[in-house]
């Protein structure tokens, strides 16, 4: 998850520096020096490229901004099939060129010490943001509506945003990055009935075209709110799966096997609470994963992003904890 934010005062600093939040990701060398500074405080395994999921929806000329204390926003959103048809063919490529020059700088600023991931935003994800004009504080609400009354509008949009998500990754790892990370921020609002056709399908698609065209780099599927499709999420063909705090780690483990690596999943909001309570959390993740056997893997994360409000030294609390827990179950 998000490894660089608020929490950090060097964040802060850059971040100013650069003026704004979107300022800062449009600049290859802030968004490397923030992509460091975690690294270079904590010694994580993995090094997270600082970007946003909305770079998608920005190259296509929505008019993303961010508004404080509300998110990101839209000047325009997409509300007919006029509004689809006007959205430029563009060569991802070429209009985020500013994420791959980031990629490169940071890989090679690494320099072999850890790898690096990059990610994207799912296509229903972006849609749900692109649909609604921005953030949402109704769940999302008026967008979920047009599943059942333009269901083919929906579907035209996910088509378009799949194509540019599997380009946009693509350009990460030819860039650089040694690992890509798919978000579906939003997923888990979908009903059951709903998920496979505005979600998963689309992550499949991803998935496999990324595989074929870089066989040897992992795909990590993240659906927030989506436990209960665990086992779909991995038969999309992904190498990891993703999954936030409210999922038993051990009987993910059981029900999904050596498909695949299971990623997760303290909740954030451990982080708030005391040193001991800390200790006692990631312990209690660890180990509920279990040993370590052939064709499995356990990579320790959030459950989602860090809060702002985390004091930077329980983060150090919960690295040194992880460690010493693993080293046990090893």
């Not at 650069?18 to 904590?42: H, S, W």
């Not at 209009?95 to 890989?107: F, K, N």
């Not at 269901?151 to 799949?162: E, G, I, N």
């Not at 004091?311 to 919960?318: A, G, K, R, S, W």
Request: hydrophobic content about 40%; glycine content about 10%; aromatic content about 8%.
């Amino acid at each position: 998850m998000r490894q660089a934010g608020r929490y950090l005062p060097e964040y802060n600093a850059t971040r100013k520096k650069a003026g704004n939040f979107l300022a800062l990701c449009k600049n290859p060398e802030l968004a490397c020096e923030v992509t460091m500074q975690p690294i270079d405080r904590y010694g994580l395994d993995a090094a997270i490229l600082f970007s946003d999921i909305l770079t998608i929806p920005d190259a296509f000329g929505l008019g993303l901004h961010f508004v404080e204390g509300e998110g990101p926003r839209f000047h325009r959103k997409i509300e007919s099939e006029a509004d689809l048809a006007a959205m430029p063919n563009v060569d991802m490529a070429e209009a985020l060129s500013y994420v791959g020059d980031a990629v490169s700088l940071i890989r090679k600023t690494l320099n072999g010490r850890v790898p690096l991931i990059g990610f994207s935003g799912s296509p229903w994800t972006l849609a749900c943001y692109m649909l609604a004009g921005g953030s949402s504080s109704d769940d999302f609400l008026s967008v979920r509506k047009w599943v059942y009354s333009r269901p083919d509008l929906v579907q035209a949009l996910l088509k378009r945003l799949t194509h540019a998500v599997t380009d946009y990754c693509d350009m990460q790892v030819r860039a650089g990055a040694q690992a890509i990370m798919l978000f579906d921020s939003w997923g888990g609002l979908l009903a059951d009935q709903s998920f496979d056709a505005f979600s998963l399908q689309a992550l499949q698609t991803i998935v496999g075209d990324l595989r074929a065209r870089h066989p040897k780099t992992p795909v990590i599927v993240f659906v927030k709110g989506g436990g209960q499709w665990m086992e779909r999420i991995a038969a999309t063909g992904c190498q990891g799966v993703g999954l936030d705090w409210t999922v038993n780690l051990g009987q993910a483990r059981r029900l999904i096997g050596d498909r695949c690596a299971l990623q997760g999943n303290l909740d954030p909001a451990v982080l708030l609470g005391t040193p001991e309570h800390i200790e006692a959390q990631a312990t209690k993740v660890v180990e509920s994963f279990g040993a370590l056997s052939a064709g499995t893997g356990h990579i320790f994360n959030l459950g989602h992003g860090i809060s702002q409000f985390t004091p930077i030294d329980h983060v150090t609390c919960l690295v040194e904890t992880v460690a010493k827990a693993s080293r046990r179950q090893a």
